[in-house]
């Protein structure tokens, strides 16, 4: 038993105390210390706000004043996020009500569009990402050296079957460019395990499957009320146990399999200690599946359409690709599918708690 989940059932009304919780039965005040700088690693799959796309606000203020309580000051912690080719991280920092939370705590929300990316020269060997990017992988030029606690969501994904602590690096360690690494999704999330093993002195992950998302993930999901929360200092174990709550067999994901084969983390169940409260009667029966858009871009790159995968997506002409995506997205399945399915989330107790963070003012408190 090497790698410790913890597994808390929680409430609307002790969410806030139940990621103490978490995180306690996690060992996070030995993890994370307080004797270096933490990188705060939002997670945002939609510059809009939809039911367990991205990150939550009660999920963020857990974890911030966990921290606050346990030896970091403000002005230690960093919350971060990068954008997409289809994503902007101010304003979804904004739609998403993490920045009332940050501004009550005093803390400041830095995009890593705005910050400087350098070419780092990883000792280990890697898998993909060194003949993806063959000029050399550019990261932000502040991690290396300093913790990192990642806040993902439980939800499936059409790419990688289901995601979460692992491929929530993926959006901090790669430029707006990282679509790149989508025709071998698997083993770049291999290979981002081996990246932040050499620049991270510790690793935390804190997930939020109160609100948990089924289907065509990370956007187009169907939202169903999970009440659990997840934590551990293991990536690969807690998308593990998040994978087993979902209804999947974790050790049938490449990305899982291959990490536990290298030693990177554990993803076999029986080989994970869970505290808390356990998996026992947790079966989602989740089914990950290709939005039109994955589907599209699956298309071009592993399927009968790849012979125009470089024109398509790796030359000047890709800007189609975000525009159809935001077209789909945005303009078509938010506002008709999407509306209907947020005004059914409002309806339960999380959506209710949603509604109290959207009114609170921007204010430090």
Not at 50 to 60: D, E, G, I, T, Y
Not at 106 to 118: A, I, N, R
Not at 128 to 134: A, Q, S, T
Not at 281 to 299: C, E, N, P, T, Y
Request: charged content about 20%; aromatic content about 8%.
């Amino acid at each position: 038993m090497g790698s410790t989940v913890a597994v808390v059932r929680t409430s609307p009304s002790a969410v806030l105390d139940d990621v103490a919780r978490a995180m306690d039965l996690a060992g996070a005040a030995a993890h994370l210390a307080g004797e270096r700088e933490l990188l705060l690693k939002l997670n945002l799959s939609w510059t809009k706000y939809f039911p367990a796309c991205s990150s939550q606000p009660w999920q963020l203020e857990g974890v911030v004043r966990y921290l606050l309580a346990h030896g970091y000051g403000a002005d230690r912690v960093i919350p971060i996020e990068n954008k997409t080719v289809v994503t902007d991280p101010r304003k979804g920092a904004e739609n998403n009500l993490w920045m009332p939370v940050l501004e009550r705590y005093g803390l400041s929300f830095t995009p890593l569009t705005e910050v400087e990316w350098t070419v780092h020269r990883f000792r280990e060997p890697l898998l993909r990402l060194h003949e993806i990017f063959p000029e050399g992988i550019e990261i932000p030029a502040l991690f290396a050296g300093r913790d990192i606690l990642h806040l993902p969501t439980v939800k499936t994904h059409g790419h990688s079957t289901t995601t979460g602590a692992v491929k929530n690096a993926f959006g901090g360690l790669l430029k707006e460019v990282r679509h790149y690494a989508h025709k071998y999704i698997h083993e770049v999330l291999v290979d981002l395990l081996i990246m932040q093993r050499e620049l991270h002195p510790r690793i935390f992950a804190v997930m939020d499957g109160t609100v948990c998302g089924d289907g065509a993930g990370p956007r187009t999901m169907e939202p169903v009320v999970g009440n659990v929360l997840l934590a551990s200092a293991d990536s690969v174990a807690i998308d593990a146990v998040a994978a087993r709550i979902m209804g999947f067999d974790p050790m049938s994901i490449p990305y899982l399999r291959m990490a536990t084969e290298r030693g990177l983390g554990e993803a076999r169940i029986d080989r994970i200690e869970l505290a808390g409260d356990g998996i026992d009667g947790f079966d989602f029966h989740f089914k990950a599946k290709r939005s039109l858009v994955i589907w599209g871009d699956q298309m071009l790159r592993l399927g009968p359409l790849r012979f125009l995968e470089r024109i398509a997506l790796h030359s000047p002409l890709m800007g189609w690709a975000p525009l159809a995506s935001n077209l789909y997205h945005d303009a078509l399945w938010y506002p008709t599918v999407g509306r209907a399915k947020i005004r059914a989330f409002g309806k339960t107790g999380w959506g209710a708690l949603w509604e109290t963070y959207r009114r609170r003012p921007h204010a430090k408190g």
